[in-house]
Nanobody, 125 residues
Framework: QVQLVESGGGLVQAGDSLTLSCAAS????????MAWFRRPPGKERDFVAA????????KYADSVKGQFTISRDNARNEVYLQMNNLKPEDTGDYYC??????????????????WGQGTQVTVSS
């Protein structure tokens, strides 16, 4: 059964750091590029970051470059999002996604095959 389970969300203050984790139950984890998306309150879901199948290539939304770091551990079937210097505008539901098609990961949510249930991040000012 394919399953993506996010964890690590919570309520933090501006300037704090937080690391999200996504545990993946996939047929072959390394067949999938992985990504994080987020949905701010009342807004559409947006791309945050993606990591390639081998973990050697990453891409980020302009809004989080230099602030967030995506990584994966293929031995543990997990993907992470390290978030530093959090701002109130980083508040939202964060979703882990798996993409079977694109080796380096896509910025388009429609390209992703599997999604987690999300974890909430709230950054207070």
């Amino acid at each position: 059964q394919v399953q993506l389970v996010e964890s690590g969300g919570g309520l933090v203050q501006a300037g704090d750091s937080l690391t999200l984790s996504c545990a993946a139950s996939l047929p072959t984890f390394t067949d999938y590029a992985m990504a994080w998306f987020r949905r701010p309150p009342g807004k559409e879901r947006d791309f945050v970051a993606a990591v390639s199948r081998a973990g050697t290539n990453t891409k980020y939304a302009d809004s989080v470059k230099g602030q967030f770091t995506i990584s994966r551990d293929n031995a543990r079937n997990e993907v992470y999002l390290q978030m530093n210097n959090l701002k109130p505008e980083d508040t939202g539901d964060y979703y882990c996604a798996a993409d079977l098609t694109w080796i380096t990961g896509s910025t388009n949510a429609d390209d992703y095959d599997y999604w987690g249930q999300g974890t909430q991040v709230t950054v207070s000012s």
